[in-house]
């Protein structure tokens, strides 16, 4: 599905979804903060208030785990959006997969 880090192919090589008109804009990295925050967070504060580790553990190990852990989870975030979109034939997937609108006709427009 990646063809670098960030990057999507323009199209699946397994059955030649179109991914060229994919858009997620903001949303992976919203999510990828949402959740580094709310699992570091709480685990921040019950360390360094119950264990009170030295200044260099804390300096060395929070910056640290919130760069693995957001370089990790931003291109699978970023698929899961990209796979959501698709799902939900939204924005750039309207027109594909086996859903067929004739020109003009809009999806949820009652019949
Ligand atoms: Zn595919």
Redesign the pocket.
């Given at each position: 599905m990646f063809q670098r880090y960030l990057a999507f192919h323009d199209a699946?090589s397994?059955?030649d979804?179109d991914f060229s008109g994919h858009q997620s804009d903001d949303m992976p990295p919203w999510l990828t903060i949402l959740v580094t925050g709310h699992v570091l967070a709480p685990l921040i504060l019950f360390v360094e208030l119950e264990l009170s580790p030295p200044v260099w553990v804390s300096y060395a190990l929070w910056p640290s785990l919130v760069l693995v852990m957001s370089f990790l989870l931003l291109p699978r975030i970023k698929g899961a959006v990209l796979a959501f979109q698709w799902a939900k034939r939204m924005h750039g997937f309207a027109d594909s997969g086996d859903v067929k609108e004739s020109a003009g006709e809009k999806p949820w427009a009652a019949p």
């Open positions: 699946c397994a059955c979804q």
